[in-house]
């Protein structure tokens, strides 16, 4: 089967919570009234905001409370009486799909505090609408960068005028390094853009090099990743020096993950990392030795269809 890969797909792997978040977060304190926090809601039209003492979070109180401290009577009290106490809250490095996964929860969730994860201050507030209006304006730029592309990969393999057309790049990874995590995979990215190669294409291997890339940050202690792009495929090669795998075929498995609890609650190591690598890949090979690493081959055609092997 022929799996559509749109170009959101890949911004939600791309994109952190710091690229669409409101930075601008109207607070209360825990002794603002709720006839105050009516006001509030109403001159900024907001549905929510976090509750703030001594610049510290304490909670998180939305329209949802206003309407029912209304329906019971509505007598004056302090937001702190009516607030939900310690709110959950999401870093602002971490990617904007795993917001979408916590704002899809079961719990109803319309909104999160966003915190820094060093300082733990707060630094924004996101809502689905915020994520929404965040990968459009994300798009129009991607679209408007494309359009003003003024030349494609094969003129540039015309004008290399060798017998062997191949050019080729390598990146190193740093293993735990989340504060880098994902650059690689960014700027193979806008290197590919600039050599014209089709927006289906870079998609593809956006999505595959992201998940190559993370499973090295979270699981080894460094590695590598080399890009062979020629006229008529892309190669990507990982090598990482870690704890290998055990079972390839029980990795393979969705859902399937050894991440440890921590790595999860950054949003990472949900076991979909080889499934989806697979399903962007034409041809896809790993081997692995425990106690040695892990190396990654996977190839993507330019030209002709697109098989999932």
Request: aromatic share 6%; net charge negative; hydrophobic share 35%.
């Amino acid at each position: 089967m022929d799996p559509k890969y749109a170009k959101t797909q890949e911004l939600l792997f791309e994109l952190k919570i710091s690229d669409v978040m409101r930075e601008l977060v109207i607070t209360a304190t825990p002794e603002t009234e709720m006839s105050e926090l009516r006001e509030l809601l109403r001159e900024y039209r907001i549905s929510g905001c976090p509750v703030l003492d001594d610049g510290e979070i304490i909670g998180i109180v939305s329209i949802e409370d206003l309407i029912r401290w209304l329906s019971e009577g509505g007598e004056d009290c302090s937001i702190g009486e009516r607030m939900t106490e310690d709110p959950e809250c999401l870093f602002s490095d971490q990617p904007v799909a795993h917001a979408i996964k916590r704002l899809d929860e079961p719990q109803g969730y319309g909104r999160f505090p966003v915190i820094d994860r060093r300082s733990k201050s707060l630094v924004g507030i996101i809502t689905k609408g915020d994520i929404i209006e965040g990968v459009l304006l994300k798009l129009e730029q991607e679209y408007k960068e494309e359009e003003i592309r003024q030349y494609r990969a094969s003129h540039i393999f015309e004008d290399i005028g060798a017998d062997d057309k191949k050019i080729f790049l390598t990146y190193n990874i740093v293993g735990k390094d989340f504060d880098r995590a994902g650059k690689a995979s960014t700027q193979m990215k806008r290197n590919l853009k600039r050599l014209g190669i089709r927006p289906d294409i870079i998609r593809r291997l956006a999505i595959a090099s992201y998940e190559a890339e993370m499973n090295t940050v979270i699981y080894a202690d460094r590695g590598t990743m080399r890009y062979q792009i020629a006229p008529h495929e892309i190669a990507l090669e990982v090598r990482d020096q870690g704890p290998g795998i055990e079972d390839i075929e029980k990795a393979m498995q969705p859902g399937f993950s050894t991440s440890a609890d921590w790595v999860k609650e950054l949003g990472f190591g949900a076991g979909m990392g080889l499934c989806n690598i697979q399903n962007c890949a034409d041809r896809m090979d790993i081997k692995s030795t425990p106690g040695v690493g892990t190396t990654l081959k996977i190839s993507i055609l330019t030209q002709g269809n697109h098989e999932t092997k």
